[in-house]
């Protein structure tokens, strides 16, 4: 039993780490640009097809991880300068109106292209098979992605702590306005910040093709619990993300043990439970 | 097909439809002549669903149909054929559109798959409005307790699957222990409850069960307490992209090290293209159908599709074409559209089709077939990009009428 629950842990740690990824793009989008990107699934699903099309080109993984986030990312940048940056300001309907028809749209053409049906993706075979530890098994591929992904969070965490650009992102999540007025070209930060976040959603989603498969459904189903993540965590808060990415997958894996039927009702309970004791989220900085 | 409109059937129908509107009767009735001309289509519903996590149904189940309505020369009983999809994917939908093709379209003649509980719910609306329904689904439910005289379903049901499958399982890897993963619904419980009875009659042990949410996407805690238990066989009992996503997971984790993996209930050729042959060596799949079915049938089926489609044909397109052959045979058997008419005709009806010797149980109206088990090769071994397997059996296993639960 303590094995299963030591195996089952880490499978919650590796499941967490992709909802971080995904849920640090949200949370800094939301907390500074005020937008509630709900195209941010389909991005991830955009990772993990483009690197479905690649691999079967080329044959080669590793390409994925380099060429994939700075598509995905392209795509964001181009997004945010065509239509996106007209709706700031606005009602903040227009924006969930625009990026939630975006995701529709994205979907469909999805399934225009690759059809409905999901599709088979395998991780290289470096890592193929599974690491035997006093008992356990841990899958070689997953030990990779929480590996890659940790790493990951570490260059943003810098990025954002220790950089000028990161300082203007952290002023620019309290106080978008001020930051503009003390002389920051705050379009050029928001278009950045827009095609970064939407470039690690790409990343994640080749990272999580291998172990979850790949449908066009699957950035829809992922957003939800990314919302969670980021209220749990509190909006605009890079540690907020990470520490309720790991909260989240891991009650639901462990969850999953004793109660499989409720692994993704766990994800609302705990979200209720912590906005019940700090309706700004963990580590919100306002309300 | 259309003979197209000459200038007498012009000024009938215009004159007729024109009477209708004076005559200001109300309904559909006003916009079209209740004429049946020479040229007045049989209409026919397909309700499946074309979205979701079964949205590979749609495509097939359209595509079989298709194939069917060209193999039978477009035409029946003289009059040009015309199939009417649309999306399905709950009860309620589903007996929403059947009531719009029924009441609104006037067909007579209904599709619909993929979900045991979008069958039963419109095959009771079928029996009260007294037309025909063939229901692609495998709960034992639809012609066992909530049987009824408008209904026919084409699939071995659950009860059948899993006598196929078991004994092969347990002949073919001499498997003594069984380790079961299931989806929490309907389908998946008949399944399970079949395999519990078949393991008790042979003296095997059942040591553990997982029960998965429909839909489930993260299978790693059902493996890993599946691989704990070092069952000689880990059985899935799930459908569609849950064995698919299920099954890779387990190779992920190295689950073939440790027990054999077999799957109940699979949609053949569609999920092994899925999984992949990396991931499927020696695992064991109970079909309704596989392409290499060794009759004239199927060889003159597989041929056609393949023509069309570039592809050999999945379970699903190979279901809804023989379903659909089937009602067309019917209808011209009976030489009428009246559902009374036709449904005699199809009760007892027998014939040699795709899947070897059929014949409709006029009892409660089951397709009696065979239920095929595939077990699969490595990449190495494949012949071309489609050969994942060979059938290495299959028979016919069907509950007695009177055991069934049925009354008509």
Redesign the interface.
Known sequence: MV??II??AF?GLV?GMIYVLLAMGLSIVWGMMDIINFAHGLFFALGAYFAYTLVSVTGNFWLCLVVVPLATGFIGILLEYTLLRRLYGLNILYQILLTFGIALAGREII?IIY??????F??PDLFA??IFVSGI?F?R??VFVFLVSIALTVCMWLFIEKTRYGAIIRAGTEDAEMVSSLGINISRVFLLIFGLSMAIAGFSGVLAA????I????GW?ILGICFAVVVIGGMGSFAGAILGGLIVGLS??LV??VM??A??VIVFIVMAAILLIRPRGLMGIRD | MSKGINRRTFLKSSAVGGLGLIAGTGGMGLMRPRVVRAEEPVRFLLGTSFSGAYAESGLYTSRGIQLAVKTFGGSVLGRPIEVIERDTPNPAEGVRKAQEAVEKLGIKFLTVSPSSSTVLAVAEYAAKKGVVLLGHAGSDKITGSACNKSTFRWQVPTWGAVREVVPRIIDEYGAESFYTITPKYVFGEDLLRNTKEVLEQRGKKHIGNSDHPLGETEYSSYITKAMAAKADCVFLLNFGGDTVNCLKQAVNFGLQKVSRIACAWGSGITQMKAIGAKAMKDVLWGLQYFYKIDTPQNKAFVAAFSKEYGEVPPYIAASAYAGMITMLECIEKAGTDDPKKVIEAWEDYEYDGITGREKWRACNHQLIKNYFSVKCKGPDEMQDPEDFGDIIGYSQNFLPCEETGCKM
């Open positions: 094995n299963l195996a089952q499978n499941l399934i059809n409905p049906i999901g599709k088979s395998y991780p098979g599974t098994f899958p591929y997953r291998p172990i979850r498969g449908e066009p459904y699957m189903l639901q894996s999953a043990l499989p039927s692994s993704i």
